[in-house]
């Protein structure tokens, strides 16, 4: 019989897809400002872009409110992590024998060597989740920094404007801010096949469980106690 | 030394229009004109500023910039306000006579000159690449810096480095903070920088007595503080969405938006969009280039200056980054479908064994 | 014998270090030394980079002549890759370098060189009323060369700038030049040999009047560059593009780069242009030139301008296809392409060589040595051709004193950062200087069939020949002749800047409005592999820049420079450069303060590097003079 785990409490769920929601209009917006290919010469007057909502402006502020989202389901993320043990899965513990030990098989299964022992989740996805909050930490801060710079002495420039200079600059800035929107959109990739990779070898459930939030397992999970 | 007033009053300037002057100045600094009896007392107050004015590796251009200068003229700043003591582009004196005068006037006024150094000190060969009466430049730098109340650097290559740093830096030419680390340093970057941007420092300076606001990259908060984009007149296109796609197309003779032509306006600081050049002619956007950046550090590097964001920082991949960015999307997606098509196959396979 | 050091020169571009070694009995000077003490290495820094960004790398050379490294590069990048631009942007081009012409040349003689010639403490010794009737003669006399000085457009009322010629005026000027000098705050003006007895040579009111002339320029000299201004964004540095220019122009959209009122600015700024050089630049400088020469005889200078001079022309009439392919020359309005060997004979006995298109290709005409510069060749013994050109920096050090505090530098081995270029083996001067004698003995030989600005050319030199009374290899080739050749030509590009404004409107009317040609702007249109070569007159001589573009980026980059034609070191046969040449052919009244070797030397307008060595006639070395600047 399948063991039912619940994994991921209705919080994090949630947050999880507005998360996928705000990523999506942010690349797609981001895109769009640094290459805008709706309008051209011969397109509409200023006037009517305006009513067609394919402005540079328009598309902007949707990028900026997208950003505001993003700010603050970030920092409910956060705090959802001080009260449920399930909700801080995304630490790689490194520091433990059974980190690395699951990375190995975890690698092993992937060669197609031998399927990995049950688990909540494996050490390769914790490391990859934490690696994506820092991403996202990074575009909010560069994304604020960048906004907030139209007032040097406004709030945002005060709280992210340090990272613009220290990036070398407002190009720069930029330059970073774009690529690692590129990185997270290879993370989202990866990130569906695995997941549902993961759910077919395995049966567990996993696809399913960020709506329903529980996993199944035949045997006890070796981090169970990330939940428990 | 003279007060301002003095100086005035010895050029035969009214009462009445030495405050005109003193309001108008305020104005033009951007302070409230309840700041005028301030600006008044201090022109009545302030003796003149002894100025050293020295040249590392540069190309001359801040100095013609700074001669460009319409309000304040050049000429009245150089006769008036300040005194330029020793200046290699302007001053009548050579050889060993303008250096003892440097030498006696750093002494006279020790802790009270104003050093300007344009263009940078190259350290490779020892400092070699730039010499300066046998001895290699950044020597006289420090030097002069020593006595200085206050250090201008101007343009880009004191500032930043400029040209001679881009890559390779084949003279290991760096900006003169990393030189002089205990003393203020007022950057003023630009290649050139806006001649009444240079004027303004000075009269600031000399008017008040004191470094003007930075910002945190050690630049005056007044001249500084804002992105070209968000003072460009043609930023209303850019959020209309109307772009020059090309040079001299429609767009282009529209005056639209240079974003898509590489306009580093989104990501440099400088008075190109309010004040202009020439006292508010123009500047490159106006004449239908898109900004190259000149005022930011490393903009050199940044290129080429017709594509917005260059390629990825991986050596041998020049594509921009959305077209790298799509194909590593892409073979990611491949490569996920294959190893799945891969684990169904050996799933599969497994349950037969079983 | 005597040796003086000055270190630093000054009112040049960069820095500069002269040791002479003089004859006190005669005042000869016997024997300098002098070496280019600034590299930047723009060269290398270009490699690899994309053609259409080079432009703006290379104006960064020089923010004196702003604007004419860009120029050059663009002629190289559309040389190579075969791209003719629109006539607009020919004319718009021509607009902005005549403009860097008047401007140069302008300011050099103001603010750069006048002081040579005349100081403000002479000045104060000057009556303002005899000041103001001077002022008055000398327009009348010297302001003849206007009458023949055509105005295309006629549409100036009057002349608004003219100088001030009242008692008053000069009174109250010499009050404030008194001030200044009793308030011991002397500024710029400080600490100057005012005490040398050539500020003797001119009467106190020619002092006065030129002191004046100083400030006013120095007001005025920013109105003169406001064409590139309109046209390129800004001053120093304007902004062009590979193809054509920027400034796009519309009659029907409000918000053009270029429309009515735009072109009317860059109009009313080119009459400032004829205006400044017409009434204050030329009968200043034919006033102080005519007492020099006649009153007390100083012909000094000449140098190496008597023997060689080269040019390369410039003023494309009409677009071209391409300049290695020979159609830039045949374009040209102003031919000043060519060698012209022993002009001093007079002009008949003088010696002409053609020098067009295939010629800057050819490996064997212009070549760059670095026999005595700090830089590697594999052979150091032959020169080689800018585009086989190599830039690899080798410092060896002086030959007395420490790496970094010199002493004596070692003329038998390497001491400068300039390479030496030369045509087909020889020195040569380059230029307003050689491009006047260049283009009065083509026209005079009958080489040429001149075209206006050519004649115009003959013209302003038959008619100060007859001002001065003197023949033009009496006057043409001295260090006077040098700054009178600038004068004019900076008068000549004013009135052609009326020309370029004219044929400007004249196409618009006609209907084209084109100001680039972005057929290869995409690097996907360029051959795999292209060279080209960029050439221009320079305000201080021929220059040319030679690329090699591979797969769409720079492979190669060579610049040859007008002052390192006029200041190179040695060639490995010991021939000198103009420099040299110039300061061995002077006299000083005062070993000490040599100003006259700082006259001759600033004569040249050097920009940055430069370096010479002079010897005596047995080939001994006596002393030095260093010409220290900075320049790619
Ligand atoms: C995962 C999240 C995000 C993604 C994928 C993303 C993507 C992008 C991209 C691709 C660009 C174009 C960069 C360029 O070429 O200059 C961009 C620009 C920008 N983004 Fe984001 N972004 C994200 C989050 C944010 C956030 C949180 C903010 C904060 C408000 C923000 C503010 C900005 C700003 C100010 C710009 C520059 C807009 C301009 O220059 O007009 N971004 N973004
Ligand atoms: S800052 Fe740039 S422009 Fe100014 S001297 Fe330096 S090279 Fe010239
Ligand atoms: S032209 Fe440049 S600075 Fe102006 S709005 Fe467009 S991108 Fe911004």
């Given at each position: 019989?399948?063991?039912?785990?619940?994994?991921?409490?209705?919080?994090?769920?949630?947050?999880?897809?507005?998360?996928?929601?705000?990523?999506?209009?942010?690349?797609?917006?981001?895109?769009?400002?640094?290459?805008?290919?709706?309008?051209?010469?011969?397109?509409?007057?200023?006037?009517?872009?305006y009513?067609?909502?394919?402005?540079?402006?328009?598309?902007?502020?949707?990028?900026?409110?997208?950003?505001?989202v993003?700010?603050?389901?970030?920092?409910?993320?956060?705090?959802?992590?001080?009260?449920?043990?399930?909700?801080?899965?995304?630490?790689?513990?490194?520091?433990?024998?059974?980190?690395?030990?699951?990375?190995?098989?975890t690698?092993?299964?992937?060669?197609?060597?031998?399927?990995?022992?049950?688990?909540?989740?494996?050490?390769?996805?914790?490391?990859?989740?934490?690696?994506v909050?820092?991403?996202?930490?990074?575009?909010?801060?560069?994304?604020?920094?960048?906004?907030?710079?139209s007032?040097?002495?406004?709030?945002?420039?005060?709280?992210?404007?340090?990272?613009?200079?220290?990036?070398?600059?407002e190009?720069?800035?930029?330059?970073?801010?774009?690529?690692?929107?590129?990185?997270?959109?290879?993370?989202?990739?990866l990130?569906?096949?695995?997941?549902?990779?993961?759910?077919?070898?395995?049966?567990?459930?996993?696809?399913?469980?960020?709506?329903?939030?529980?996993?199944?397992?035949?045997?006890?999970?070796?981090?169970?106690?990330?939940?428990? | 030394?003279?007060?301002?007033?003095?100086?005035?009053?010895?050029?035969?300037?009214?009462?009445?229009?030495?405050?005109?002057?003193?309001?108008?100045?305020?104005?033009?600094?951007?302070?409230?004109?309840?700041?005028?009896?301030?600006?008044?007392?201090?022109?009545?107050?302030?003796?003149?500023?002894?100025?050293?004015?020295?040249?590392?590796?540069?190309?001359?251009?801040?100095?013609?910039?700074?001669?460009?200068?319409?309000?304040?003229?050049?000429?009245?700043?150089?006769?008036?306000?300040?005194?330029?003591?020793?200046?290699?582009?302007?001053?009548?004196?050579?050889?060993?006579?303008?250096e003892?005068?440097?030498?006696?006037?750093?002494?006279?006024?020790?802790?009270?000159?104003?050093?300007?150094?344009?263009?940078?000190?190259?350290?490779?060969?020892?400092?070699?690449?730039?010499?300066?009466?046998?001895?290699?430049?950044?020597?006289?730098?420090?030097?002069?810096?020593?006595?200085?109340?206050?250090?201008?650097?101007?343009?880009?290559?004191?500032?930043?480095?400029?040209?001679?740093?881009?890559?390779?830096?084949?003279?290991?030419?760096?900006?003169?903070?990393?030189?002089?680390?205990?003393?203020?340093?007022?950057?003023?970057?630009?290649?050139?920088?806006?001649?009444?941007?240079?004027?303004?420092?000075?009269?600031?300076?000399?008017?008040?007595d004191?470094?003007?606001?930075?910002?945190?990259?050690?630049?005056?908060?007044?001249?500084?503080?804002?992105?070209?984009?968000?003072?460009?007149?043609r930023?209303?296109?850019?959020?209309?969405?109307?772009?020059?796609?090309?040079?001299?197309?429609?767009?282009?003779?529209?005056?639209?938006?240079?974003?898509k032509?590489?306009?580093?306006?989104?990501?440099?600081?400088n008075?190109?969009?309010?004040?202009?050049?020439?006292?508010?002619?123009?500047?490159?956007?106006?004449?239908?280039?898109?900004?190259?950046g000149?005022?930011?550090?490393?903009?050199?590097?940044?290129?080429?200056?017709?594509?917005?964001?260059?390629g990825?920082?991986?050596?041998?991949?020049?594509?921009?980054?959305?077209?790298?960015?799509?194909?590593?999307?892409?073979?990611?997606?491949?490569?996920?479908?294959?190893?799945?098509?891969?684990?169904?196959?050996?799933?599969?396979?497994?349950?037969?064994?079983? | 014998?005597?040796?003086?050091?000055?270190?630093?020169?000054?009112?040049?571009?960069?820095?500069?270090?002269?040791?002479?070694?003089?004859?006190?009995?005669?005042?000869?000077?016997?024997?300098?030394?002098?070496?280019?003490?600034?590299?930047?290495?723009?060269?290398?820094?270009?490699?690899?980079?994309d053609?259409?960004?080079?432009?703006?790398?290379?104006?960064?050379?020089?923010?004196?002549?702003?604007?004419?490294?860009?120029?050059?590069?663009?002629?190289?990048?559309?040389d190579?890759?075969?791209?003719?631009?629109?006539?607009?942007?020919?004319?718009?081009?021509?607009?902005?370098?005549?403009?860097?012409?008047?401007?140069?040349?302008?300011?050099?003689?103001?603010?750069?060189?006048?002081?040579?010639?005349?100081?403000?403490?002479?000045?104060?010794?000057?009556?303002p009323?005899?000041t103001?009737?001077?002022?008055?003669?000398?327009?009348?006399?010297?302001?003849?060369?206007?009458?023949?000085?055509?105005?295309?457009?006629?549409?100036?009322?009057?002349?608004?700038?003219?100088?001030?010629?009242?008692?008053?005026y000069?009174?109250?000027?010499?009050?404030?030049?008194?001030?200044?000098?009793?308030?011991?705050?002397?500024?710029?003006?400080?600490?100057?040999?005012w005490?040398?007895?050539?500020?003797?040579?001119?009467?106190p009111?020619?002092?006065?009047?030129?002191?004046?002339?100083?400030?006013?320029?120095?007001?005025?000299?920013?109105e003169?560059?406001?064409?590139?201004?309109?046209?390129?964004?800004?001053?120093?540095?304007?902004?062009?593009?590979?193809?054509?220019?920027?400034?796009?122009?519309?009659?029907?959209?409000?918000?053009?780069?270029?429309?009515?009122?735009?072109?009317?600015?860059?109009?009313?700024?080119?009459?400032?242009?004829?205006?400044?050089?017409?009434?204050?630049?030329?009968?200043?400088?034919?006033?102080?030139?005519?007492?020099?020469?006649?009153?007390?005889?100083?012909?000094?200078?000449?140098?190496?301008?008597?023997k060689?001079?080269?040019?390369?022309?410039?003023?494309?009439?009409?677009?071209?296809?391409?300049?290695?392919?020979?159609?830039?020359?045949?374009?040209?309005?102003?031919r000043?392409?060519?060698?012209?060997?022993?002009?001093?004979?007079?002009?008949?006995?003088?010696?002409?060589?053609?020098?067009?298109?295939?010629?800057?290709?050819?490996?064997?005409?212009?070549?760059?040595?670095?026999?005595?510069?700090?830089?590697?060749?594999?052979?150091?013994?032959?020169g080689?051709?800018?585009?086989?050109?190599?830039?690899?920096?080798?410092?060896?050090?002086?030959?007395?004193?420490?790496?970094?505090?010199?002493?004596?530098?070692?003329?038998?081995?390497?001491?400068?950062?300039?390479?030496?270029?030369?045509?087909?083996?020889?020195?040569?001067?380059?230029?307003?200087?050689?491009?006047?004698?260049?283009?009065?003995?083509?026209?005079?030989?009958?080489?040429?069939?001149?075209?206006?600005?050519?004649?115009?050319?003959?013209?302003?030199?038959?008619?100060?020949?007859?001002?001065?009374?003197?023949?033009?290899?009496?006057?043409?080739?001295?260090?006077?002749?040098?700054?009178?050749?600038?004068?004019?030509?900076?008068?000549m590009?004013?009135h052609?800047?009326?020309?370029?404004?004219?044929?400007?409107?004249?196409?618009?009317?006609?209907?084209?409005?084109?100001?680039a040609?972005?057929?290869?702007?995409?690097?996907?249109?360029?051959?795999?592999?292209?060279?080209?070569?960029?050439?221009?007159?320079?305000?201080?001589?021929?220059?040319?820049?030679?690329?090699?573009?591979?797969?769409?980026?720079?492979?190669?980059?060579?610049?040859?420079?007008?002052?390192?034609?006029?200041?190179?070191?040695?060639?490995?046969?010991?021939?000198?450069?103009?420099?040299?040449?110039?300061?061995?052919?002077?006299?000083?009244?005062?070993?000490?303060?040599?100003?006259?070797?700082?006259?001759?030397?600033?004569?040249?307008?050097?920009?940055?590097?430069?370096?010479?060595?002079?010897?005596?006639?047995?080939?001994?070395?006596?002393?030095?003079?260093?010409?220290?600047?900075?320049?790619?």
């Amino acid at each position: 019989m399948f063991k039912r785990i619940y994994v991921f409490s209705a919080s994090l769920r949630i947050w999880h897809w507005i998360n996928f929601i705000t990523i999506m209009i942010l690349f797609f917006t981001g895109l769009y400002i640094g290459t805008p290919y709706f309008t051209t010469s011969v397109g509409y007057e200023a006037t009517y872009t305006y009513d067609k909502n394919l402005t540079m402006g328009f598309t902007r502020f949707l990028h900026f409110a997208a950003g505001y989202v993003l700010l603050f389901s970030f920092l409910f993320r956060i705090y959802i992590a001080f009260f449920r043990k399930g909700n801080r899965m995304f630490i790689p513990k490194f520091w433990t024998i059974e980190y690395w030990q699951g990375i190995k098989e975890t690698i092993q299964e992937y060669l197609f060597i031998k399927e990995h022992r049950p688990m909540i989740r494996n050490p390769l996805a914790r490391t990859a989740y934490f690696i994506v909050y820092l991403m996202i930490f990074f575009m909010i801060a560069t994304g604020f920094g960048m906004y907030g710079l139209s007032d040097p002495d406004g709030f945002w420039a005060s709280v992210f404007g340090w990272i613009v200079w220290s990036l070398g600059g407002e190009f720069e800035a930029h330059y970073w801010h774009h690529i690692v929107a590129w990185l997270i959109i290879l993370f989202f990739v990866l990130h569906v096949y695995f997941v549902s990779r993961e759910d077919f070898t395995h049966k567990n459930g996993e696809v399913s469980s960020m709506f329903n939030g529980v996993k199944f397992f035949k045997k006890e999970p070796v981090d169970i106690n990330d939940v428990k | 030394m003279e007060t301002f007033w003095e100086v005035f009053k010895r050029h035969g300037v009214s009462r009445r229009d030495f405050i005109k002057f003193a309001t108008t100045i305020t104005g033009l600094m951007g302070l409230a004109p309840s700041m005028v009896p301030q600006v008044v007392k201090a022109m009545e107050t302030k003796p003149r500023v002894p100025v050293i004015w020295i040249h590392g590796l540069e190309c001359t251009c801040c100095s013609e910039s700074f001669i460009r200068s319409a309000t304040p003229l050049a000429s009245d700043v150089v006769l008036t306000m300040i005194s330029l003591e020793y200046d290699d582009t302007l001053s009548a004196a050579a050889g060993e006579a303008i250096e003892k005068h440097r030498e006696k006037i750093m002494k006279e006024y020790w802790g009270n000159y104003i050093l300007a150094v344009e263009g940078n000190p190259p350290l490779g060969e020892d400092g070699m690449y730039c010499i300066i009466g046998g001895r290699p430049f950044v020597e006289i730098l420090k030097e002069s810096a020593e006595g200085a109340k206050a250090i201008i650097a101007w343009g880009s290559c004191a500032s930043w480095g400029c040209v001679q740093a881009a890559k390779p830096n084949p003279t290991n030419a760096v900006s003169i903070d990393k030189v002089i680390t205990d003393k203020p340093i007022i950057k003023v970057p630009g290649c050139p920088p806006i001649a009444e941007v240079m004027t303004g420092v000075i009269m600031y300076m000399v008017l008040f007595d004191r470094i003007p606001p930075l910002d945190s990259q050690g630049r005056p908060k007044m001249f500084y503080g804002n992105r070209i984009h968000d003072t460009c007149y043609r930023r209303s296109f850019f959020n209309a969405g109307q772009f020059v796609e090309q040079f001299d197309d429609e767009g282009a003779k529209k005056g639209w938006c240079l974003y898509k032509v590489g306009c580093r306006g989104p990501t440099t600081y400088n008075s190109c969009g309010n004040l202009r050049w020439y006292n508010g002619l123009s500047y490159p956007i106006q004449s239908g280039h898109g900004c190259i950046g000149c005022a930011e550090n490393n903009f050199w590097d940044n290129g080429p200056f017709y594509e917005r964001i260059g390629g990825i920082p991986v050596p041998g991949i020049e594509s921009k980054a959305d077209k790298v960015g799509a194909v590593a999307a892409a073979a990611a997606a491949g490569g996920a479908i294959l190893h799945g098509i891969a684990t169904k196959v050996r799933k599969s396979a497994n349950k037969e064994e079983e | 014998m005597k040796r003086v050091v000055v270190d630093p020169v000054t009112r040049i571009e960069g820095h500069l270090r002269i040791e002479i070694m003089v004859d006190e009995e005669t005042g000869r000077v016997k024997d300098a030394v002098s070496c280019g003490t600034m590299w930047r290495g723009i060269e290398l820094i270009v490699r690899n980079r994309d053609p259409r960004d080079v432009w703006a790398f290379t104006q960064r050379i020089c923010g004196v002549c702003t604007s004419i490294h860009a120029l050059a590069s663009l002629r190289a990048v559309e040389d190579a890759l075969g791209i003719t631009i629109p006539k607009n942007a020919n004319y718009i081009r021509n607009i902005m370098y005549g403009s860097l012409q008047v401007h140069d040349h302008v300011v050099h003689f103001y603010h750069l060189h006048a002081l040579d010639w005349v100081s403000p403490v002479e000045a104060l010794k000057a009556d303002p009323v005899q000041t103001a009737a001077l002022a008055n003669v000398i327009l009348e006399k010297y302001g003849v060369l206007n009458e023949f000085m055509p105005d295309f457009l006629g549409r100036r009322a009057y002349p608004k700038k003219f100088p001030k010629a009242t008692p008053g005026y000069f009174r109250e000027f010499q009050k404030k030049i008194k001030k200044l000098v009793e308030s011991g705050q002397l500024g710029i003006f400080a600490a100057h040999w005012w005490d040398h007895p050539d500020y003797q040579m001119l009467p106190p009111e020619v002092h006065l009047l030129a002191v004046a002339h100083y400030l006013n320029m120095l007001d005025v000299q920013r109105e003169l560059f406001i064409p590139q201004v309109i046209f390129g964004g800004k001053n120093p540095h304007p902004h062009y593009i590979v193809g054509g220019v920027n400034c796009s122009i519309s009659m029907d959209d409000m918000n053009a780069p270029v429309n009515m009122e735009r072109l009317a600015v860059v109009e009313d700024s080119i009459y400032t242009q004829v205006e400044s050089t017409d009434l204050f630049y030329i009968p200043d400088i034919l006033a102080i030139a005519d007492i020099y020469l006649n009153k007390h005889n100083w012909f000094y200078g000449g140098g190496l301008s008597k023997k060689r001079v080269i040019g390369y022309g410039d003023y494309p009439d009409e677009p071209y296809t391409g300049i290695t392919n020979g159609d830039y020359h045949k374009k040209l309005l102003w031919r000043s392409n060519g060698v012209v060997e022993d002009f001093y004979k007079g002009v008949d006995k003088a010696k002409f060589y053609n020098l067009e298109g295939k010629d800057f290709a050819d490996p064997e005409q212009i070549q760059e040595f670095v026999a005595h510069s700090w830089y590697k060749y594999p052979d150091e013994n032959k020169g080689l051709h800018p585009w086989d050109g190599i830039t690899e920096p080798n410092y060896t050090g002086p030959k007395e004193g420490t790496k970094t505090h010199w002493k004596y530098l070692d003329e038998e081995g390497k001491y400068s950062w300039i390479k030496a270029p030369r045509w087909r083996g020889r020195p040569c001067e380059v230029g307003p200087l050689a491009r006047y004698i260049i283009v009065y003995t083509k026209v005079k030989q009958g080489h040429i069939k001149p075209t206006w600005v050519e004649e115009l050319i003959v013209n302003q030199i038959d008619t100060v020949s007859k001002l001065l009374g003197l023949p033009p290899e009496k006057w043409l080739p001295t260090t006077v002749g040098r700054t009178i050749a600038r004068a004019l030509e900076a008068q000549m590009a004013a009135h052609a800047n009326l020309y370029w404004m004219k044929k400007l409107y004249d196409n618009l009317r006609a209907g084209d409005l084109s100001v680039a040609n972005m057929e290869k702007w995409d690097p996907s249109t360029w051959p795999k592999e292209a060279k080209g070569i960029g050439l221009t007159e320079a305000p201080r001589g021929s220059l040319g820049h030679w690329v090699i573009i591979k797969d769409g980026k720079v492979d190669n980059y060579q610049c040859v420079v007008p002052t390192t034609w006029n200041g190179s070191p040695k060639d490995p046969q010991g021939q000198h450069g103009a420099f040299e040449e110039c300061m061995m052919d002077t006299v000083v009244k005062v070993p000490e303060k040599p100003l006259e070797v700082l006259r001759g030397i600033h004569s040249f307008d050097p920009c940055l590097a430069c370096s010479t060595h002079l010897y005596n006639e047995k080939g001994e070395e006596i002393a030095n003079v260093r010409v220290q600047g900075a320049c790619i």
